[in-house]
């Protein structure tokens, strides 16, 4: 048995369906379906039909010659509708994704109700978000310290139960690790003798989730950079760029470089033409073009002959323009291109060519920012600065504003990384229920022109309850409260119980408010692995583990090393409000149970 055999035998996928009592009636005024929908579409909305009838099935309700339900994608419409008359109901949707919402909401209407009826009127709704991505949580990382690649195996890490959740739950798009030398004819070395594997699954991959409206994205950090001995940058010099530790950047200003990222992009669109787009880090995590050879609160000179004479975004987006064109010339005009720039570092300022990519960024190419990265919080009277994720923390920060304000007036499309389930605080935990943060997150996502969203990192992508409230907070026109909002996200799941519910949730958000505001207790504190930190009798001075490192050893009691920002006495403080908070929460859950 394999371990996702292991992982998928353990977990629950939502089993979204009525539940109610047999003999519940319908209210005056509401219109019964108990007997039964008939259920028809317009050409296009099979899939939706499937998933509509599926929820009829598991619910009791037959599908028979009874209250006619229709489904269209109406173009030409905004948004979404659902109208709902005595003589039958249309559903409908501007697109595909619009109208899978739009069934999912018609769904809800009855789950909410708890009965097998519907109220007269009409419904409607509008994304905000267009890309909301998220990935498969037992699906392996391509990285240290096994470098797994599901595009190699044999393993099916998709179940139609899963996608079926993520359906319900907002999410419109997977990202799957690849790399260009293993998936690109590129023109300029030999192909990867596991390519064609690679391509087909990724393929069979792509058709699987189309079927519940979810598009495959393909991760990357490129183009790569070079070690020392690479021999591809010693048949074309042009390829080699500035110095970057003990390594070379890719140079994306020359001609040669130029042509290899086009081809690269160009062969994986023509390959997989089902791809919903390409999700790229541009800048940090690891070194890419000859830009990574500073830090993002460096202005120093990029020591490359070709891009050293260029302002220091047009590096950045030389590369991207080139991706871009890959892309059109392999027909995939519609699909996406996300430039992330993976600035986590706790500083609260950038160096000044950061600001100055926007105004530089080919057309239809999206800009991604941390939400969180290099933001101020005041804790105990004191001002605390973090990088980053911190699901904790409302944001956003100063940085990701001014991201915002250069987007907007270069009209680039803007994307908020950030956390849903679960961030760096406690990413062993599957979900931290915390909706009432999650709320005033997107609240100020949408203040700030935010048009996407990626959803998580390797960590935190299970969903469940704050996948769901991503979902719809996508939808949110915030013109109600956050409790509100609340009450709606509850009642399907929890019915008359919802304010209780609802109140536990607050509780929670209270609590959570109170961690730590520091990368350091994040990175190496014991809130994710307290359970095997060795105690000793006197102190031993052994340095603390990473707490994403599976192959490091234990952590030791150099407790100092996760303080940073704090001081010991202050992370006790703030983790007893925190504890004394969430007890409250759970005496309110005990109460709905």
């Known amino acids: 048995m394999t371990h996702v055999d292991k992982y998928r035998k353990n977990i629950r996928f939502a089993d979204y369906r009525l539940f109610c009592d047999p003999d519940a009636a319908a209210k005056p005024g509401e219109i019964d379906v108990s007997g039964g929908i008939a259920l028809s579409g317009a050409g296009g909305t099979e899939n939706q039909q499937r998933e509509l009838a599926r929820f009829c099935k598991v619910s009791g309700i037959p599908l028979v010659a009874g209250y006619p339900v229709r489904l269209e994608i109406s173009p030409g419409t905004e948004g979404r509708c659902i109208d709902v008359k005595r003589t039958g109901c249309r559903i409908s949707?501007?697109?595909?994704?619009?109208?899978?919402?739009?069934?999912?909401?018609?769904?809800?209407?009855?789950?909410?109700?708890?009965?097998?009826a519907l109220s007269p009127g009409e419904k409607r709704g509008k994304l905000w978000l267009k890309y909301r991505l998220a990935r498969c949580p037992w699906g392996p990382t391509h990285r240290a310290p096994d470098w797994k690649d599901e595009l190699t195996d044999n393993i099916d890490y998709y179940?139609?139960?899963?996608?079926?959740?993520?359906?319900?739950?907002?999410?419109?798009?997977?990202?799957?690790?690849?790399?260009?030398?293993?998936?690109?004819?590129?023109?300029?070395?030999?192909?990867?003798?596991?390519?064609?594997?690679?391509?087909?699954?990724?393929r069979r991959t792509a058709e699987k989730c189309a079927k519940f409206g979810i598009k495959v994205w393909l991760f990357c950090i490129e183009p790569f950079n070079f070690t020392p001995d690479d021999p591809l940058p010693e048949r074309f010099p042009g390829l080699r760029g500035a110095p970057y530790f003990h390594r070379y950047a890719f140079c994306p200003s020359g001609?040669?470089?130029?042509?290899?990222?086009r081809n690269a992009v160009r062969?994986?669109?023509?390959?997989?033409?089902?791809?919903?787009?390409?999700?790229?880090?541009?800048?940090?995590?690891?070194?890419?073009?000859?830009?990574?050879?500073?830090?993002?609160?460096?202005?120093s000179p990029v020591k490359c002959p070709r891009c050293g004479r260029l302002p220091k975004a047009q590096i950045l987006c030389s590369a991207l323009a080139a991706m871009r064109r890959g892309m059109d010339e392999a027909g995939a005009h519609e699909a996406g291109l996300i430039a992330w720039l993976y600035m986590a570092s706790p500083a609260p300022c950038r160096a000044p060519w950061v600001f100055d990519i926007a105004s530089r960024m080919p057309e239809r190419t999206v800009l991604q920012y941390n939400f969180e990265s290099g933001g101020k919080l005041i804790q105990l009277g004191k001002t605390r600065i973090a990088g980053d994720y911190h699901l904790s923390y409302t944001g956003p920060a100063g940085t990701f504003r001014r991201i915002a304000r250069s987007t907007a007036r270069a009209g680039v499309p803007l994307s908020a990384k950030l956390q849903v389930s679960a961030?760096?605080?406690?990413?062993?935990?599957?979900?931290?229920p915390v909706p009432g943060i999650l709320y005033d997150k997107y609240k100020a996502m949408r203040k700030y022109g935010v048009s996407s969203v990626m959803q998580s990192w390797i960590f935190g992508s299970k969903p469940g309850l704050m996948t769901r409230a991503a979902g719809l907070l996508a939808s949110e026109d915030f013109s109600g409260s956050r409790r509100d909002f609340l009450l709606r996200l509850a009642a399907p799941e929890w019915g008359e119980k919802s304010p209780v519910v609802v109140r536990a949730w607050e509780y929670f958000s209270r609590a959570y408010r109170n961690f730590p505001f520091c990368n350091m207790f994040q990175y190496y504190g014991p809130l994710d692995d307290a359970a095997s930190w060795p105690l000793y009798p006197r102190m031993a001075y052994i340095p603390l583990t990473q707490v994403w490192k599976i192959d490091f050893p234990l952590s030791g009691d150099a407790i100092g090393e996760c303080l940073e920002n704090h001081t010991l006495e202050e992370v006790i403080a703030l983790m007893e409000k925190c504890d004394d908070l969430w007890r409250k929460g759970m005496k309110c859950l005990e109460k709905a149970a």
């Open 423 to 432: 961030s760096i605080e406690a990413e062993t935990l599957d979900c931290v």
């Open 267 to 299: 062969s994986i669109f023509s390959s997989v033409p089902e791809l919903g787009g390409m999700l790229n880090i541009s800048h940090g995590e690891r070194g890419t073009t000859c830009l990574s050879s500073i830090s993002c609160t460096s202005n």
């Open 93 to 116: 949707g501007s697109c595909e994704d619009e109208l899978w919402r739009a069934v999912f909401e018609w769904c809800d209407l009855l789950r909410s109700a708890g009965r097998k």
């Open 159 to 202: 179940p139609e139960e899963f996608l079926r959740q993520l359906a319900w739950e907002g999410v419109n798009g997977l990202w799957i690790t690849g790399t260009w030398r293993e998936l690109a004819d590129t023109g300029f070395e030999p192909v990867d003798p596991l390519r064609s594997r690679r391509i087909a699954k990724l």
């Open 255 to 261: 001609e040669e470089g130029q042509t290899f990222i």
